[in-house]
């Protein structure tokens, strides 16, 4: 399952992504994981949640970005869900190529059994092709 968290610029999304994750300890057998292009939410979740600071590693499209989430996947197949906030800040698409990332998610959210809580600053009208994974 992929679910979208998507508003404005300093409307709480980070917030309550952070609260979602720790709270998801409780009732997770599987691994957490958690991605943000900074270091700012670490010291915010859970120890038990495995951080990344995406701006580590040469990260810069879609592609490259979809292709580092299956590698995570390849290396541990307990994770159960990734918790991706801020997916525009790092990697830059045209609403299109998001649109069409989301597809490929979904595909490896159902493959694999994993799910995905993402957020997205979006000032103007959210594509179409979105809509389906608001929360």
């Known amino acids: 399952m992929v679910t979208l968290i998507a508003g404005k610029k ?18 997770t057998k599987g691994n957490l994981i958690f991605i943000d292009d900074d270091n700012r939410p670490m010291y915010e979740l859970h120890h038990d949640i495995r951080f990344i600071n995406l701006s580590e590693f ?26 991706i906030d801020g997916i525009m800040n790092t990697v830059k698409m045209t609403s299109q190529e998001l649109a069409d990332w989301y597809v490929r998610i979904e595909d490896i959210a159902t493959a694999y059994d994993i799910n995905f809580i993402i957020t997205l600053n979006y000032e103007n009208e959210i594509p179409e092709g979105l809509h389906r994974f608001l929360n």
Request: with cysteine.
């Open 10 to 27: 300093g409307s709480g999304k980070s917030k309550e992504i952070v609260k979602q994750a720790n709270d998801e300890l409780n009732t």
């Open 58 to 83: 040469p990260i810069t499209n879609s592609c490259e970005f979809l292709g580092f989430i299956c590698g995570l996947i390849s290396n541990n197949y307990d994770i159960e869900k990734v918790f």
